[in-house]
C-alpha cells in the first residue's frame, strides 16, 4: 500500500502550491424573495473567517436599483447584507453576476423565490460567476448543486485531502483501511450533522488550526512507519482516524453553516452534501489504491527520495499550516 501511494509525490507540488487557500472553498449565498411587484428583499452573505479574505459581491442588473442599510451585519463565518431590490419589470430575463468569484476557489448558490410559488437555485462556479434568471429549477437539480457542494468541498479543500493521504500512509492491510476510512467517514458525519443543524459550532480560525495540527500529528507517525517502529496510531489507525475526524466535521461543515440555508430545507442539504463528500473522498482513496496496484504490477521502482516525498509534504505542510494557521488566530484574538 505504502509504496505505491508514496508515488504521489508527482502530484505534490499542486498541493505545496495552494497552502493558503486551502479553506477557500467556503461557499456563497445570495437569495432573491419577490415582496410585491418589480420588488425584491435581498440577502447576501459572503464567507470570512479564513486565512484568506474572499473578495466577492454580488452585481445587480443595470436597470435595478439596491437600497441597503448603512451597516453590514457580522454573524460566525459570514458578512450579511440585506436590503431592498427594486426592477422594472421584474428579475424574469435579467442577469445576476458574482463580481470577484472567477479569481476564487469557491461558488455561490443563488436562490430566486418568485411571488406565486416558483422557486429558482442556481449554483454559480468560478467558470461562471452570472447566470439569467427566470426559469424554474427543480427539486433534482437543487439536490444536485448540493451534492457537487460537497464533492467541490473535499476535493478543493487540499487540507483535508492530506490528513487522508497521511492516514494512507500508517495504514496496513486492506481491512485496516477500510475500518481507517469508514471511522472518518463516521465521525465527520457526526459533527457535520451536529454543526450545520445548530446544536454546535466552532470558530473558524481555532478550527483551522486544529485541522492543521491533526495534520501535523500524522508526519512523526509516518517516519515512525519508515523505521519499522509502533505506536497507538500504526497498530489503531482506525481510532485516531475517528478521533481528528470529528474535528474535520465541522470543517465541512463550514461550507454549509455560513449560507443559512431555510431550516426545511437544511435535512437535504445535510445529506446531500454530506454524500458528495463521501463521493469526492472515496474517489480520492481509490485514485491512489488503484495507482499503488499500477505501480505493483508494473513493478516500477523509485529512488527511496521520492517514495518518501509524501510523506515529507504532509509532516511539513502541517507545520506550515498549523503556525499559520495559529499566527492568524492570534491575530485575530488581539
Known sequence: ?????????????????????????????????????????LLWKKPTGGEVEIQIAPVIPEDCRLATPDRQQLSPGAMIVRGTLTCPGGLAGKT???????????????????????LESHLLRPATPSVTLGGVTSTW?????????????????VDHLLFVLGLLLVVEGRWTLLKTITSFTLAHSITLA?????????PLPALNAAIALSILFLGP?????????????IRHPWMVAFAFGLLHGFGFASGLTAMGLPRAEIPLALLLFNMGVEIGQVAFVLL???????????????????????????????????????????????
Open 288 to 334: 491512489i489504491v488503484l495507482l499503488e496496484r499500477s505501480f505493483r504490477v508494473l513493478e516500477v521502482r523509485w529512488p527511496r527520495l521520492v517514495e518518501q516525498l509524501p510523506g515529507y509534504a504532509v509532516g511539513t505542510l502541517g507545520a506550515y499550516w498549523t503556525i499559520q494557521r495559529t499566527l492568524v488566530l492570534l491575530g485575530g484574538a488581539r
Open 221 to 233: 507517525e509516518i517516519v515512525r512507519v519508515w523505521r519499522g517502529e509502533t505506536s497507538l496510531t
Open 96 to 118: 445576476i453576476a458574482i463580481a470577484g468569484l472567477e479569481a476564487t476557489l469557491t461558488d455561490v448558490l443563488v436562490r430566486l423565490h418568485h411571488a406565486d410559488g416558483r
Open 141 to 157: 437539480e437543487r439536490a444536485l448543486s448540493y451534492l457537487q457542494l460537497g464533492v467541490q468541498h473535499i476535493l478543493l479543500g
Open 194 to 202: 451536529i454543526a450545520t443543524l445548530g446544536y454546535a459550532s466552532a
Open 1 to 41: 500500500m505504502k509504496r505505491g501511494i508514496l508515488l504521489l509525490a508527482a502530484g505534490l507540488p499542486l498541493l505545496q502550491a495552494a497552502p493558503a487557500r486551502a479553506h477557500e472553498v467556503r461557499p456563497g449565498f445570495l437569495e432573491l424573495r419577490e415582496t410585491g411587484p418589480e420588488t425584491y428583499s
